[in-house]
């Protein structure tokens, strides 16, 4: 942020937004997010459903999304920062889709 700048001050430093792009950078823990925000939480077991990984797949997954994601006795939800991350998904993926090549 430039001094004197009036834009919101950015809470993050470099280095924790570039772990979150690594955190991102997997079809399994970008399918959990997913999952979690359009049915707003899920078990385990329906988890492991939607995903098709093994068990402990799925966990290993899961402990690394442990910004991201939270969990309310036997359910898993989205956090604040998973709410964020799931939107930049949606718009990195519209903007995919809008810009793709002709062929």
């Known amino acids: 942020m430039l001094e004197g700048s009036s834009e919101a001050h950015w809470p993050w430093d470099v280095d924790r937004v570039v ?3 690594d955190v ?3 079809n399994v823990r970008v ?3 997913k999952e979690l925000a359009v049915n707003g939480s899920c078990t385990f077991s329906e988890l492991h459903t939607v ?4 068990a402990g797949t799925l966990a290993y997954h899961l402990s690394l999304l442990k910004e991201l994601v939270s969990k309310r006795g036997n359910d898993y939800c ?11 998904i949606k718009e990195v993926e519209d ?3 809008v810009y793709k090549p002709f062929g």
Not at 51 to 54: A, G, I, R, S
Not at 78 to 88: C, N, P, V, Y
């Open 19 to 21: 772990n979150l792009f």
């Open 24 to 26: 991102l950078n997997s």
């Open 31 to 33: 399918q959990i997010l």
């Open 51 to 54: 995903c098709k990984v093994p």
């Open 78 to 88: 989205l956090t604040e920062i998973g709410r964020f991350a799931h939107k930049l």
């Open 95 to 97: 903007f995919e889709n």
